[in-house]
């Protein structure tokens, strides 16, 4: 299945996304929820961010291309950090360049979405955590995150988190390719069979760290092929079973 939130007539709601037509949703998917026969033509709504996370974790150096491109040592264990739910960027949003930033980055990656509180769970158990699979761009202000020696105000912008444009279920999330295309040209290309540390790993080892709420959103790591954006710019980014999450920058 796939999820999605949309606007209409001013009232916030979740759907069904099947083909190009979306069946609202009474109630939560997180929790108990309904299909109802209340159809729309996805062209007649507004599609927002396809859930409201509490925290946006993300993680770095995750596939062994792009940390050979930053010239980094193979992390020991998952490099976290976390995104403000306030830089969230639904599909067609406008990635605003800050005025202060010369180098502004795209990096495509597989988002997942929580499903169940989660904490101290082991590798094993972490698929049953997931309600489904996005497309994310973890957009970077590369020259900030140079200057400033940590990555917190660098990809804490207000649009530099992109996702959606849906929530796809019943994935293989640890066999998922992924595209970055810049204005129609494939920048990246990988799977998630080449992540360091596989989905499991991941889930479980924020989940030792943090509580893992419904709705969260953990991004995976990019693989190489990292590089700048430039205004007018289109950036899409193509995650098998999911779509393609279309972002415009300005």
Same mark, same amino acid.
């Given at each position: 299945?796939?999820?999605?939130?949309?606007?209409?007539?001013?009232?916030?709601?979740?759907?069904?996304?099947?083909?190009?037509?979306?069946?609202?949703?009474?109630?939560?998917?997180?929790?108990?929820?309904?299909?109802?026969?209340?159809?729309?033509?996805?062209?007649?709504?507004?599609?927002?961010?396809?859930?409201?996370?509490?925290?946006?974790?993300?993680?770095?150096?995750?596939?062994?291309?792009?940390?050979?491109?930053?010239?980094?040592?193979?992390?020991?264990?998952?490099?976290?950090?976390?995104?403000?739910?306030?830089?969230?960027?639904?599909?067609?949003?406008?990635?605003?360049? @800050?005025?202060?930033?010369?180098?502004?980055?795209?990096?495509?990656?597989?988002?997942?979405?929580?499903?169940k509180p989660?904490?101290?769970?082991? @590798?094993?158990?972490?698929?049953?955590?997931?309600?489904?699979?996005?497309?994310?761009?973890?957009?970077?202000?590369?020259?900030?995150q140079s200057?400033?020696?940590?990555?917190?105000?660098?990809?804490?912008?207000?649009?530099?988190?992109?996702?959606?444009?849906?929530?796809?279920?019943?994935?293989?999330?640890?066999?998922?390719?992924?595209?970055?295309l810049l204005?129609?040209?494939?920048?990246?290309?990988?799977?998630?069979?080449?992540?360091?540390?596989?989905?499991?790993?991941?889930?479980?080892?924020?989940?030792?760290?943090?509580?893992?709420? @419904?709705?969260?959103?953990?991004?995976?790591?990019?693989?190489?092929?990292?590089? @700048?954006?430039?205004?007018?710019?289109?950036?899409?980014?193509?995650?098998?079973?999911?779509?393609?999450?279309?972002?415009?920058?300005?």
């Amino acid at each position: 299945m796939k999820f999605v939130r949309f606007r209409k007539d001013n009232s916030c709601s979740y759907g069904l996304l099947e083909d190009d037509k979306v069946k609202k949703i009474e109630g939560d998917i997180f929790k108990d929820y309904e299909i109802t026969n209340c159809c729309y033509d996805i062209n007649d709504v507004d599609v927002l961010v396809p859930c409201q996370p509490s925290k946006i974790v993300c993680v770095g150096l995750n596939y062994k291309g792009h940390v050979q491109e930053v010239n980094k040592a193979l992390p020991e264990e998952p490099v976290i950090f976390l995104k403000p739910p306030s830089a969230a960027l639904p599909h067609k949003g406008k990635i605003v360049k @800050p005025a202060i930033s010369s180098r502004v980055d795209y990096e495509g990656e597989v988002g997942l979405v929580i499903v169940k509180p989660a904490k101290n769970i082991r @590798p094993e158990e972490a698929y049953s955590y997931i309600l489904g699979a996005t497309c994310f761009n973890d957009v970077t202000a590369r020259d900030l995150q140079s200057k400033d020696g940590q990555w917190t105000r660098s990809k804490s912008f207000d649009t530099f988190a992109p996702f959606g444009p849906c929530i796809a279920t019943d994935l293989n999330y640890d066999n998922l390719s992924i595209e970055l295309l810049l204005n129609g040209e494939v920048k990246q290309k990988s799977n998630t069979s080449d992540l360091i540390f596989n989905v499991g790993q991941l889930v479980s080892f924020i989940s030792q760290v943090m509580v893992l709420m @419904p709705g969260d959103v953990i991004a995976t790591g990019t693989p190489s092929g990292i590089g @700048p954006m430039s205004s007018g710019d289109t950036v899409q980014v193509k995650v098998e079973g999911v779509g393609v999450l279309e972002n415009y920058v300005i």
